[in-house]
C-alpha cells in the first residue's frame, strides 16, 4: 500500500540541485534534474557515506562530493566500472506539490 | 524510429576502436554488422610480437570477445571477407556469397605486408608479419627448422627476429641501408641498438639488396645483389605496409597510396568513410595506433550525427617492443639546417639522448637505453613548449625540474609489482599493469575509471602514463595535446574561453546550445569550469550559478569526512586583535565546536560546524567584523606574512602592513584554483613566499615579486617575475598578475603549471614589460573586485540561499497537516 505525503513544493528544490529531507533518522536527499523531475535517494553514499544531497546534478545522476562516485538517480545504481547502490523512495509531482510515499520508507529503516 | 544500417568492413584495431566510440555517444542508431577476413574476434595487433616472443598468448591479446559483440547486439560475420562494393544499391558482397546493405558504411581494412616481388617470393616459408596466421606460421617453422632471414631491420622486421631468436631459431636480419630503423633512429642510437641485438644472439647484414628467394618445394636460401647466398629455412618479410585498398578501388572510392578521406574520416562516397591503416589523409598515411584511435574518435563523432570534431593528423613516437631493449624516438629527429641538438651521450651505459631544437621548441626526439622521459619529450613537442627556461637540464628529465618526493620514483619501469603507485587510492604497479591488460585500456582516463589510479590529487599521473606507455607500447593512446575541457565536448578549455567572448555567451544554457554540449546540463567537470570562465568574462552581467559549484563553494565552507563543514574567518594579513581572538572563542562556546585549529596560512579553523548552524555562526562572526576567508573555494586565500620592520631587527619593509594592503585588494576573487600570496620582510623568507603563487620578498632597495610556487603535491619555487620600488607598484604588478592568469588559465590548474605551460618570458611581457597592458589588467581586475567583494557570509547570514542550509523534515509536514 502507498502512503503518499506532501513534503515540499517544487519550486523549494532549486534546479539541477536538491534538498536534504529529514525522516526521523533517516536522511534523504530530493533531487530536481534540469527537465523538473523529481527523485529521492537515501542520503549517503554507498562508498564512504558521502551525503549526496550536496553533489552536483547532472543529467539524470548526482556526483558524490566526497569522491565522485556517480549515481543514476531512478535506480539509485552506481555507475560504471565502480559498483554498489542506494535505496530510492518513490515520488510524484502533482500540481507543483511534490509527495512521497511513506510506506516505501519502511523497507529503508 | 528505424534503426539506420551501419556495415563494419575489417574486424580490427581502428574498426571495432570507432564502434566502441559510437556506442558510448549514440548505442540505439544503428544496426551494425561487422566483417572481418580473419577467422578471429578483434585482437591486439601490436601485441603479435609478444606473443610471438612467447611471452603473452592469444587468448590474452583478444581486445573484444564474441560475447561483446552479443552483448552489443553487432553482428560478426568472421572468416568472410567482403569481395566487393555496389555503392548504387547500397550494397556489399562477401566471399561466401552473403549480401547485405547499408545506410553507412566504414571501412578499416587495414594494410597488406609489403612482398617484394623477387623470384620465389612466393615460395611456402615465406611469410610477412601482420596477424595471428603469419605468427603460427612461424611458430611452426620455429619448431621444425633451425634457420630464419628476416628481410627488413624496421621496427615490425626487429620484433619478429626478435621472436623467431627467442624460439630457438638463428636468425639473421637483412637490411637495405646501414641503419637500421632508419626511420625512428639516427646514426648513434641505431649503432647502439644493433650492438645490443648482436649480444643477444642476432646477425645482420647491412646495405644488402635481396635478389632472390631460392627453394624450390620450400624456400632454402636468398641470394643478394652482390652475388653472395645464405641458407635458411623462413623467410619473413617485414619491409613494410601498403594500405589495403583493393576493395575501395574496385567500389570506384579515390584512393592514392590509401584511400583518400577528409577531417571527417569521410571517403569521395560521404556514405562510405573510412579509418586505419587504409586511409590518406592529408597525405599522410599510418601504420601506429595512437593516430587510428584518434581518428576512430572522431569518425564515430560523426556517425553519431553530432557533426563536431575533426581529425586533423598526429603526430607519432614509437617505442620498441623487444624486452630489455630501452627505445624511444618522435617526431623529426633528424637535425635539417639551423635547427640544434641536444645530446647526452654515455657509451659505458649504453645511454644516448638527442633532442633536436628549433627556435626553443622540441621537434624530435630519440633515446636509447634511458627512455623513461620519452612521454615528456614527447608532449613537449605537441605541445610546441618553450623550452629555453630549463633547456640546460632538459637532457637530465623531468624529475631534475624540481620534482621533489617523487624524484627516482618516476622510474616505474624498476619498481616491483608491489610499489605503490597512487598514494591516494592505495593502487599498486601490478594492479595497474593488469588492469591495462586484463581489460585492454588505452588511455589514461581509463585506466583512472578502472583502477582510480591518479583518480584523485593526479601526482602520479607520469607514472601511470609511463605503464601505460610500457605495457602496451605505442598502442598507449598518449593524452591528446588539445585537451577536451570533459566528455562533453570535444572543445578545449582556450576554445571555450575564446568562444565565450567572441561569441557573448552570457550564460550556461546558451554556452550549451552555442557549442553543441554533448549532454544536456554538463558534468561535474564543466560545469564549475563554465560557471567560473562566464564570471571571470563578464564579472558585472553573469548570474553566478550556484548548482554549478562544487559544495564547499555553494555552502561557503569546507565539507569533512563527516559531512560537517569548517569555518575559517579572514584575518587580513595575519594580524587580529584581543577582540576578534575573543570574538572567535565566544562563537567557538556558543555553537559548541569540537576542534579549533590555525592553519597554515594563519588563520584560525572552527571544525565540525553542523551545515544547519552556518547562517547562525557568521551572522555572529559577520557582527564582529569578520568576513569569508574564502578557505574553501577556488579563490584568493590567504596573504601569509612574517612580522616585518616594526618588530623584526632584520626586516627591510613593513611587511605585515603591505600584506594586510594585498588582502584588502584582493580578497573575495574567484580563480581558475586555489590562490595564495605571501609577504616577508626581507630575504630570509620566514612567510615562505617562494613557495607561493605570488611571493613577495621584501629587501633594503624596494619588492621582489616571485610568481608561480606552490607547496603541495609537487613542491614548485616561484620564478622571480621582477623588483619593483614602492608598494603602490606592488599592488598594481600583483593585480596584473591575478588578472592575467584569471582570464588565460585553465579552470584547476595552479600557477605553477601554467605560468610552465606558458612560459615566464609571457608572463613577463604581459605583466613586466607591456606598461599599457599592465594597467589595462589591472583595471579589469579592480571592475570585477567591485562585484565580487561581497561577503558571502554576511549576505547568507541575512538570508540569501536559505534553502541551502535548511533541510526538510517529514515530521513537520506531518505535524502541519
Known amino acids: 500500500m502507498n502512503e503518499w505525503i506532501p513534503v515540499t513544493k517544487l ?19 530530493l533531487f530536481r534534474t534540469g527537465s523538473d523531475e523529481v527523485f529521492a535517494l ?42 554498489g547502490c542506494v535505496h530510492s523512495f518513490a515520488v510524484r509531482i502533482e500540481e507543483g506539490v511534490v509527495y512521497l510515499d511513506v510506506a516505501s520508507l519502511e523497507s529503508a529503516a | 524510429m528505424k534503426k539506420q544500417k551501419l556495415i563494419l568492413i575489417g574486424n580490427g584495431m581502428a574498426g571495432v576502436r570507432t564502434l566502441e566510440e559510437l556506442l558510448k555517444l549514440e548505442a540505439e542508431l544503428y544496426d551494425i554488422i561487422v566483417f572481418g577476413a580473419e577467422p578471429h574476434p578483434n585482437y591486439n595487433r601490436i601485441m603479435l610480437s609478444p606473443v610471438l616472443a612467447g611471452e603473452k598468448q592469444v587468448e590474452e591479446i583478444v581486445l573484444n570477445s564474441r560475447e561483446w559483440y552479443a552483448e552489443n547486439r553487432i553482428t560478426l560475420h568472421t572468416g568472410d571477407p567482403v569481395t566487393a562494393i555496389d555503392r548504387k544499391a547500397r550494397q556489399i558482397t562477401t566471399a561466401s556469397g552473403m549480401s547485405a546493405s547499408y545506410d553507412r558504411l566504414l571501412l578499416a581494412t587495414g594494410s597488406n605486408p609489403f612482398i617484394i616481388p623477387v623470384p620465389g617470393h612466393d615460395l611456402p616459408g615465406v611469410v610477412g608479419f601482420r596477424d595471428i596466421q603469419d605468427v603460427e606460421t612461424m611458430l611452426d617453422s620455429a619448431r621444425q627448422y633451425k634457420k630464419a632471414v628476416v628481410i627488413g631491420g624496421g621496427l615490425l622486421g626487429l620484433e619478429a627476429a626478435n621472436g623467431l631468436k627467442k624460439n630457438g631459431m638463428d636468425v639473421t636480419v637483412v637490411h637495405l641501408m646501414d641503419i637500421l630503423m632508419e626511420r625512428q633512429l639516427d646514426k648513434p642510437a641505431a649503432a647502439l641498438l644493433k650492438a645490443s641485438l648482436e649480444e643477444g644472439g642476432l646477425k645482420f647484414l647491412m646495405e644488402a639488396q635481396t635478389e632472390a628467394i631460392l627453394g624450390d618445394q620450400r624456400v632454402i636460401g636468398v641470394r643478394f645483389k652482390d652475388g653472395s647466398e645464405i641458407d635458411t629455412d623462413l623467410v619473413v618479410m617485414a619491409v613494410g605496409i601498403r594500405p589495403n585498398t583493393a576493395l575501395a578501388n574496385a567500389a570506384g572510392l579515390h584512393c592514392e597510396r590509401g584511400i583518400v578521406v577528409n577531417d571527417t574520416l569521410q571517403t569521395f562516397d560521404p556514405r562510405i568513410y573510412a579509418v586505419g591503416e587504409c586511409v590518406q589523409h592529408r597525405n599522410n598515411t599510418y601504420g601506429l595506433v595512437a593516430p587510428l584511435f584518434e581518428q576512430a574518435k572522431v569518425c564515430a563523432n560523426h556517425l553519431a550525427q553530432l ?20 627505445l624511444f624516438s618522435a617526431g623529426e629527429f633528424n637535425e635539417a639546417e639551423g635547427d640544434e641538438t641536444l645530446v647526452l651521450q654515455d657509451p659505458a651505459q649504453g645511454v644516448y639522448k638527442k633532442l633536436v631544437i628549433r627556435d626553443n621548441r622540441i621537434k624530435g626526439a630519440v633515446m636509447y637505453g634511458d627512455t623513461m622521459d620519452g ?83 593526479g601526482s602520479c599521473t607520469g607514472m601511470v602514463e609511463a605503464l601505460l606507455a610500457s605495457t602496451v607500447g605505442e598502442g598507449y593512446a598518449a593524452t591528446p595535446s588539445k585537451k577536451a575541457v570533459c566528455g562533453c565536448t570535444s572543445y578545449s578549455h582556450d576554445e571555450v574561453r575564446k568562444a565565450i567572448s567572441e561569441l557573448e555567451l552570457k550564460s550556461m544554457p546558451e554556452l550549451f546550445d552555442k557549442l553543441d554540449w554533448g549532454t ?48 575559517v574567518p579572514r584575518m587580513f594579513g595575519g594580524l587580529c586583535s584581543a577582540d576578534d581572538l575573543r570574538a572567535i572563542a565566544d562563537v567557538a562556546d556558543k555553537f559548541e565546536v569540537p576542534e579549533i585549529k590555525v592553519t597554515g596560512g594563519q588563520r584560525i579553523d572552527l571544525f565540525g560546524v553542523k551545515k544547519e548552524q552556518l547562517p547562525a555562526v557568521w551572522k555572529d562572526l559577520s557582527e564582529a567584523g569578520f568576513v569569508s576567508g574564502h578557505a574553501y573555494g577556488k579563490a584568493l586565500r590567504t596573504v601569509k606574512t612574517c612580522v616585518g620592520k616594526n618588530w623584526c631587527r632584520f626586516g627591510t619593509q613593513d611587511s605585515t602592513g603591505l600584506g594586510v594592503k594585498l588582502e584588502e585588494l584582493t580578497w573575495g576573487s574567484w580563480m581558475p584554483h586555489k590562490f595564495k600570496l605571501a609577504v616577508s620582510g626581507c630575504p630570509r623568507n620566514c612567510a615562505e613566499a617562494t613557495i607561493k603563487d605570488l611571493g613577495v620578498v621584501c629587501v633594503d632597495s624596494g619588492y621582489e615579486l616571485h610568481i608561480g610556487g606552490n607547496g603541495g603535491i609537487k613542491v614548485r619555487v616561484t620564478d622571480l617575475l621582477c623588483k619593483v620600488e614602492s608598494e603602490q607598484e606592488v599592488l598594481e604588478y600583483t593585480a596584473a598578475f591575478i588578472q592575467c592568469y584569471r582570464e588565460e588559465a585553465h579552470y584547476l590548474e595552479r600557477t605553477a603549471p601554467w605560468v610552465e605551460r606558458v612560459s615566464l618570458n609571457y608572463v613577463k611581457q604581459r605583466v613586466v614589460e607591456d606598461k599599457v597592458g599592465r594597467k589595462a589588467l589591472y583595471e579589469r581586475f579592480k571592475l570585477s573586485q567591485q562585484y565580487a567583494q561581497v561577503d558571502p557570509w ?11 542550509f535548511t533541510p526538510l523534515s517529514i515530521d513537520r509536514m506531518r505535524a502541519a497537516s
Open chain 2, 307 to 326: 557533426g563536431y570534431g575533426r581529425y586533423q593528423g598526429s603526430v607519432t613516437s614509437t617505442k620498441l617492443k623487444v624486452t630489455g631493449i630501452d
Open chain 2, 375 to 457: 612521454s615528456w619529450y614527447f608532449q613537449l613537442l605537441r605541445e610546441a613548449t618553450d623550452i629555453s627556461s630549463f633547456r640546460n637540464t632538459i637532457l637530465f628529465g623531468q624529475h631534475d625540474l624540481g620534482d621533489a618526493g617523487h624524484g627516482e620514483e618516476t622510474r616505474v619501469g624498476m619498481l616491483s609489482d608491489e610499489a605503490e603507485i597512487c598514494g591516494c587510492n592505495g593502487v599498486c604497479k601490478g594492479e595497474i599493469v593488469n588492469a591495462i591488460t586484463s581489460q585492454g585500456l588505452f588511455t589514461l582516463d581509463e585506466v583512472r575509471a578502472h583502477t582510480k589510479a591518479s583518480a584523485s590529487c
Open chain 2, 794 to 804: 554576511k549576505a547568507r547570514a541575512e538570508g540569501a540561499e536559505t534553502h541551502e
Open chain 1, 42 to 83: 537515501r542520503d549517503r553514499c554507498p562508498h564512504r557515506g558521502g551525503p549526496l544531497s550536496q553533489g552536483i546534478v547532472h543529467g539524470d545522476a548526482v556526483t558524490c562530493p566526497l569522491h565522485n562516485w556517480k549515481i543514476d538517480l531512478q535506480s539509485g545504481e552506481v555507475q560504471g566500472p565502480d559498483q
Open chain 1, 11 to 29: 519550486e523549494e528544490i532549486p534546479r539541477l540541485g536538491a534538498r536534504k529531507l529529514q525522516a526521523g533518522d533517516l536522511d534523504i536527499a
Open chain 2, 520 to 567: 544536456p546540463d554538463g558534468c561535474p567537470s564543466c560545469r564549475p569550469a563554465l560557471n567560473y570562465y562566464l564570471l571571470a568574462a563578464w564579472p558585472a552581467e553573469y548570474r553566478d550559478d550556484a548548482q554549478s559549484r562544487f559544495i564547499n563553494e555553494r555552502a561557503h565552507g569546507n565539507i569533512q569526512k563527516d559531512g560537517s563543514y569548517s569555518v
